[in-house]
Nanobody, 124 residues
Framework: VQLQASGGGLVQAGGFLRLSCATS????????IAWFRQAPGKEREFVAA????????YAADSVKGRFTISRDNAKNTAYLQMNSLKPEDTAIYYC??????????????????WGKGTLVTVSS
């Protein structure tokens, strides 16, 4: 099983980025997908999640209204659209997958598989 996050980079505050999480080796449509991030010196934190069907999504309060998670089950890929980026969004972003039988999507306990992460840097 592989999850490959991509799309990170350097952007100015107020800008936008779109992260992708390409998966292989799992039945994508049977997995919930979540994004987490870890800033320097801080613990990994939940960002956003989308259930296997794509019907329900969740987002951390810190990104609500700015970030949107989506998925394309035909492409085995999930996305995180990040708008109105702030310097405090600077972090390594990880995508993770958990089976649909586990309803927990906001903590690492709900996730079985993790990608290596992609760095997002937002300059002020």
């Amino acid at each position: 099983v592989q999850l490959q996050a991509s799309g990170g980079g350097l952007v100015q505050a107020g800008g936008f980025l779109r992260l992708s999480c390409a998966t292989s080796g799992l039945t994508f449509s049977r997995y919930n997908i979540a994004w987490f991030r870890q800033a320097p010196g801080k613990e990994r934190e939940f960002v956003a999640a989308i259930y296997w069907s794509g019907i329900s999504t969740y987002a951390a309060d810190s990104v609500k209204g700015r970030f949107t998670i989506s998925r394309d089950n035909a492409k085995n890929t999930a996305y995180l659209q990040m708008n109105s980026l702030k310097p405090e969004d600077t972090a390594i972003y990880y995508c993770a997958g958990g089976p649909l039988t586990n309803g927990v999507v906001t903590t690492h306990r709900g996730m079985d598989y993790w990608g290596k992460g992609t760095l997002v840097t937002v300059s002020s």
